[in-house]
């Protein structure tokens, strides 16, 4: 815009041209990105199913640099295409108000001066001789207004009250015309910083460096769009009304919003899948640079499973596995990721596992969970081509040292599970909300604590949105007596329990403090050895060590279907459906560490009757499984 801004100006400011210049970065964006599609998709793909060697992989290499530069295109050609039709909307408002006080004065036959004040005629009567008051002149005042200085007005003490009553009508259309004319600066004030900042450094490299800088544009961009863009988010509406509301947008509300507010879209329940997974993929690199330049110790554990993933939905398709969409990721908390393996809308069977003890965005969570997940979605696959299988990490599961597990665990468990269960039954909802089936089958599967969120949030009021069956695998229990109280009827609730898995056998937690030293010995001694498993076996290491060191005491107790969180799920009187899993290694004994056995429910190498069956609930085969006799 101009440096100084007059009142004729800005009635005269064709704001559209603005949008006109746009949709020209519009039209750039969208090419790039059909240009990394189109490298990705096509050159990549095919060159490297075609051809090898040294200079198959050096044009590998190249290729890949390429669809990162186009990435990179996309993503600051529609952060520049939002900012100018922000900019455009935020002075057709304040253009707007400026013409409705020049009609203002017209009606009433004032003048408005070159200088933005406005002239009156006379009119009322003098009190004192009854003559017609004098006409006059007035100057708008910022007196009370955000918007910095008077066009006009004068210093020094406030002036009398005229009593001409035009007076009072002309002082007001003033101000309001100098509202508008420094609304309109402070406007282009804004815009023009953040538009100074959407430029790239001098080259061809699109690095982590760039990426940084990007998730900097980015934010600058969402703090001058809010009023354009953010307000109309439906965030408190039910994943229903989102999913209508993405579809009444027109294509490209809906690039710009993918393009400035990816952390909201990608992570909104109710937005169709493809929507997501193209949000979370760019916000994937937003996040990979806002947390490179951090050095925290969670920084850079989030840090190591954002390129594990980032790894993955770039590696080349295998045969056989479906294609990977990335459904949900962010840095809040202990970090978020929500990954399925097949398309959750197009596919007629849908299963979200819960993971839990220990879990957070790092690269262990890339590495196994999300392999369980691609298992499961490989072996429903079998059964059902028509299958999605999704790990969704989208709570905090606990995280406490093994050692103050025992003393402290009860209600801090309690509390991580029952929040994360309203967050999983939201999501649930988005995932019936945007499934294009008539009647989709949809599991919820839980595993090690995990159960225990997927247990809370099937007794909330109305249950699990869209679930048909329940798995539970490696529980402590789901805070339920029974499986009916589940809501999907026991017979659609199916249990997996290793016989040396030590998590199905925890004492209930009144039991716990009966255990005495033997527990707290084994417990510590647990911790330590468990720590050479991961972080699963540091923290379930002190309770697999606790149950090792107290078994005499446990195996006494007076009720031997009660765990941590209930009524053993394994248990007769639970009255689920247990199926066949191999017994697994023993804690320590058999030298794989305090938890082997609860770690391979999924795992189709290690217990290929469990991921069988698994794979068989799934896909809807729940009748086929092989099953096994309750405790």
């Known amino acids: 815009m101009i440096a100084v801004l007059t009142w004729q100006r800005l009635r005269d400011l064709k704001w559209s041209k603005f949008q006109d210049a746009a949709d020209g970065w519009g039209e750039a964006s ?30 590998l290499g190249r290729l890949k640099r390429l669809d990162q530069n186009f990435e990179y295109i996309y993503t600051e050609c529609g952060l520049v295409r939002t900012t100018l039709n922000s900019l455009a909307f935020e002075l057709s408002g304040a253009q707007r108000r400026l013409k409705d006080a020049l009609e203002d004065a017209a009606t009433l036959k004032f003048t408005v001066q070159a200088d933005g004040s406005v002239s009156y005629p006379a009119g009322g009567e003098n009190i004192i001789d009854g003559k017609e008051l004098p ?14 200085p008077s066009l006009g007005a004068s210093s020094g003490a406030p002036p009398l009250t005229n009593p001409n009553p035009n007076h009072g009508k002309a002082q007001a259309i003033a101000d309001r015309i100098l509202r508008a004319v420094n609304e309109a600066q402070d406007i282009d004030s804004r815009f023009s910083k953040t538009l100074g900042r959407l430029k790239a450094a001098p080259g061809l490299t699109v690095d982590t460096k760039t990426w940084t800088d990007a998730a900097a544009d980015a934010a600058a961009v969402r703090g001058v769009a809010d009023d354009y863009l953010r307000d109309g988010i439906p965030e408190d509406k039910s994943p229903a009304e989102r999913k209508a509301w993405w579809t009444s947008l027109t294509q490209e509300q809906r690039e710009e919003y993918l393009a400035v507010y990816p952390n909201e879209i990608g992570n ?98 890339a590495k196994n969970d999300v392999k369980r997940a691609r298992d499961t979605a490989i072996g429903a696959m079998r059964y059902d081509e028509s299958s999605a299988a999704i790990v969704w990490l989208g709570y905090d599961a606990p995280q406490l040292p093994a050692e103050k597990l025992i003393d402290n665990a009860g209600v801090m468990f309690e509390r991580d599970g029952k929040v994360g269960a309203v967050a999983y039954n939201d999501f649930m909802a988005g995932i019936s909300a945007t499934n294009q089936n008539s009647d989709p089958h949809v599991t919820a599967v839980g595993h ?184």
């Open 30 to 59: 969208n090419r790039a990105d059909a240009a990394r599609d189109r490298v990705s998709n096509e050159m990549t793909n095919q060159l490297a199913k075609s051809q090898k060697g040294e200079a198959a992989t050096a044009a």
């Open 135 to 148: 006409g006059g002149s007035t100057n708008g005042s910022s007196m009370g207004t955000p918007y910095g």
């Open 268 to 365: 909104l329940d109710g937005i169709p899948s493809d929507a997501r997974d193209t949000a979370n993929r760019d916000n994937l690199q937003l996040l990979i640079g806002k947390l490179e330049g951090q050095d925290g110790e969670k920084a850079q554990a989030q840090l190591a499973g954002l390129k594990s993933i980032d790894e993955q939905l770039r590696a080349e398709p295998e045969p056989g596995v479906p294609r990977m969409y990335l459904l949900g990721i962010g840095d809040e908390g202990l970090g978020r990721a929500i990954v399925s393996f097949g398309n959750p809308d197009a596919s007629k069977n849908v299963s979200a596992y819960v993971p839990g003890l220990g879990t957070s965005l790092d690269a262990d969570f």
């Open 448 to 631: 090690s604590y995990g159960s225990f969120t997927v247990g809370q949030a099937a007794q909330r009021d109305g249950g699990i949105p869209g679930a048909d069956d329940i798995v539970l695998l490696g529980s402590p229990g789901t805070g339920a007596d029974s499986a009916e109280d589940l809501g999907v009827g026991k017979g659609h609730v199916y249990v997996g329990a290793a016989d040396n898995d030590p998590v199905t056998m925890l004492p209930s937690e009144d039991e716990s403090s009966a255990l005495g030293a033997g527990v707290a010995g084994g417990a510590s001694a647990g911790a330590s050895l468990g720590l050479v498993g991961g972080p699963i076996g540091g923290i379930v290491g002190g309770v697999a060590g606790g149950v090792v060191g107290g078994i005499a005491g446990y195996l006494s107790s007076e009720d031997e279907s009660q765990l941590w969180f209930g009524t053993d799920p394994a248990h007769e009187d639970f009255g689920a459906k247990r199926f066949q899993v191999a017994d697994g290694p023993r804690p320590f004994i058999d030298g794989e560490g305090p938890t082997p056995a609860h770690s391979d429910y999924f795992n189709p190498d290690k217990d290929a009757e469990s991921a069988r069956n698994i794979a068989k609930i799934v896909a809807g085969r729940g009748n086929n499984i092989s099953t096994e006799e309750p405790r």
